[in-house]
């Protein structure tokens, strides 16, 4: 049996779950992250968003987890590579890739800013 056969979908699932489960446990910004984004949807349920508010809240908050998971997928493969020893190049690419997850983070609460002050506004003044 060849090393990229097919092992099913189920055993997909299980993989992709493991590696949610590492990222959960070993990464705190990612922990961080589940949990602004947690406190963004309930806030979402508690100001009555509308489903194409929700449908923008969950790209922005998923947007942000991915960027994190990709900064550590670089991380995680870096350090493997050169076996955690300094270089001036994995240091660039890591503030590279934090500068990725910087950018989606800022765009998200861009995004949320507008959903939200705009909601929290109308409740506030009326």
């Not at 990229?4 to 590696?19: D, Q």
């Not at 602004?36 to 968003?49: A, E, Q, Y």
């Given at each position: ?59 922005a ?32 690419a ?19 800013f ?13």
């Amino acid at each position: 049996m060849s090393k990229y056969a097919s092992t099913g979908y189920l055993r997909s699932f299980k993989n992709a779950f493991n590696g949610l489960s590492c990222a959960y446990k070993s990464q705190k910004n990612y922990r961080f992250h589940l949990l602004i984004g947690f406190i963004s949807l309930l806030l979402g349920i508690l100001l009555n968003f509308k489903c194409l508010e929700y449908c923008v809240l969950i790209l922005a908050i998923s947007n942000v987890i991915t960027a994190e998971l990709f900064n550590s997928v670089i991380e995680f493969t870096l350090d493997a590579y050169y076996k955690n020893k300094y270089s001036k190049l994995v240091k660039m690419a890591k503030d590279l890739s934090a500068g990725v997850v910087f950018i989606a983070a800022m765009t998200s609460l861009t995004i949320g800013f507008i959903l939200f002050a705009r909601k929290i506004l109308i409740l506030v003044l009326y």
